[in-house]
């Protein structure tokens, strides 16, 4: 009690000299927070002292052979565990990439060697060290109509981008705190995130890797049986990837997923001084459960009575481009469901559908989108791939395990109903033993003239040869 009474006379104003009612609150908070620590801490000391402090309940018990042994076994895990471990990997990738364009009766290919690694030190299971590159090298480039299709890729340059790093501290096993810059994943839907209020880039699902950087901030899990609490402090809040100076610009994301029959259900939100709050709702699971007609489901969405994205086109002199405001509020919602088949369950089918209430086709975008980058607006206001259209679906029917499971095949078609366009791809991944696999990957782009699949070239025909190795 002089703890908790300390804490609420205690004089910020007088020791820290801020008049932001914000940041008197966060510093009112964080003392609460600490208390809270300091009886967890106390709480689980005792707990232990308690275990260790108990006397066995025969004599005999001690000195048996089969309980010697076991004492033994137990104490050589517990000293392997009060020590420090290191690991290293990461993932190798080699492609070759021919496109062929019908419309010109050109074409240009590239080679890549692209991936990432990773290294981390741990201490037993309290502490914790990560740091993540991703990198990646062009070979060559070669194309028949140089003045046509320039080379828009720096050749014998090595890319080498800073992924995630960050520092792991852990209560076991009541709090799980990450500081640094990571990544984060919440909802279940791996295609479109409308409950993705975090990160700075959206994933791309059509590329062989993820590329993304992680965002600097605090993240914290609170396991509670079977709810689990997290919370993220955003320090560059969702301005741009550029630094923050002001704290008062930072966010606090909060999620919290429980199960329930059979269901995980997670609420999100992300909140941030001066902004409308961001809110959003999830759940996944599988209907009618061991039965044949078994049908794995999930379902995202978001709230946010502001602007996701923002509409542009072309204006009339002297202006170059105008921007079009769409409607309150921005509301997004996915859905997917999955099904596999035959007892083995090597035959599987998948269909999402997207909706985001502020899409909108771009006209004459091979117009718009120079002049965006001429006036040094940011592309990303107003074009995301994958998101500046309203209506979206994926579909995709994939069989393995052919010819002792040598050989897989998948089939996909992706579509942006909102112009029309769309992606054919064509995927099959051959193994031999225990050498790495490798992909073939087709691909074939059509529909409208000028639309995001479309833009700036149709009908294009994408073959892919690669290989990867993880170590």
Request: proline share 3%.
């Amino acid at each position: 009690m002089r703890l908790i009474n300390f804490f609420k006379k205690f004089n910020y104003n007088k020791i820290f000299k801020f008049d932001n009612l914000f940041i008197k609150n966060m510093l009112k908070k964080l003392s609460y927070s600490i208390i809270i620590l300091t009886i967890l801490t106390v709480y689980s000391f005792l707990f232990s002292y308690k275990v260790l402090s108990q006397e066995t309940s025969s004599e005999e018990d001690i000195y048996s052979e089969e309980n010697f042994d076991k004492e033994f076994e137990k104490q050589k895990e517990e000293a392997k565990k009060n020590t420090f471990s290191f690991l290293f990997g990461g993932f190798i990738n080699y492609s070759n990439n021919y496109n062929f364009y019908s419309d010109y009766n050109n074409y240009n290919s590239n080679g890549l060697i692209s991936g990432n690694f990773f290294g981390s030190i741990s201490f037993m299971e309290i502490l914790k060290f990560y740091v993540k590159y991703n990198y990646s090298y062009y070979i060559y480039y070669f194309t028949d109509n140089i003045d046509k299709f320039k080379n828009s890729y720096q050749l014998n340059n090595l890319n080498l981008n800073l992924s995630e790093f960050f520092f792991d501290y852990n209560i076991l096993p009541f709090l799980f705190i990450r500081v640094g810059k990571q990544l984060i994943s919440w909802g279940p839907s791996f295609m479109w995130t409308p409950v993705d209020f975090i990160n700075l880039e959206k994933y791309n699902f059509l590329s062989s890797q993820d590329t993304r950087g992680g965002k600097p901030g605090v993240r914290m899990h609170i396991p509670l049986n079977k709810i689990n609490l997290f919370f993220f402090w955003d320090l560059y809040g969702l301005d741009s990837s550029s630094i923050n100076y002001d704290i008062k610009k930072s966010g606090l994301g909060t999620r919290i997923d429980f199960t329930f029959s059979g269901f995980e259900i997670g609420l999100t939100g992300y909140f941030r001084k001066s902004y409308e709050p961001k809110i959003g709702f999830d759940f996944s699971g599988t209907l009618f459960g061991g039965t044949n007609l078994s049908l794995d489901i999930y379902f995202e969405m978001s709230y946010f009575n502001g602007y996701f994205i923002k509409g542009i086109k072309k204006a009339a002199f002297p202006y170059l481009v105008e921007e079009i405001l769409p409607p309150l509020p921005s509301l997004q919602i996915v859905t997917g469901i999955s099904k596999n088949f035959l007892e083995d369950k090597s035959l599987s089918f998948s269909f999402t559908f997207f909706y985001n209430s502020q899409g909108y086709r771009i006209e004459k975008i091979d117009e718009v989108i120079p002049l965006i980058m001429v006036l040094g607006k940011n592309l990303s206001d107003y074009f995301i791939p994958f998101y500046y259209g309203k209506y979206y679906f994926a579909s995709s029917i994939a069989k393995s395990k052919l010819f002792q499971n040598h050989l897989n095949l998948s089939l996909s078609l992706y579509g942006n109903l909102t112009d029309n366009t769309f992606i054919l791809v064509f995927s099959t991944n051959i193994y031999f033993g225990d050498y790495p696999p490798i992909n073939i990957r087709c691909s074939y782009n059509f529909g409208e003239e000028k639309g995001e699949f479309t833009y700036p070239y149709n009908k294009i025909l994408t073959i892919n040869l690669n290989t990867s190795i993880n170590f």
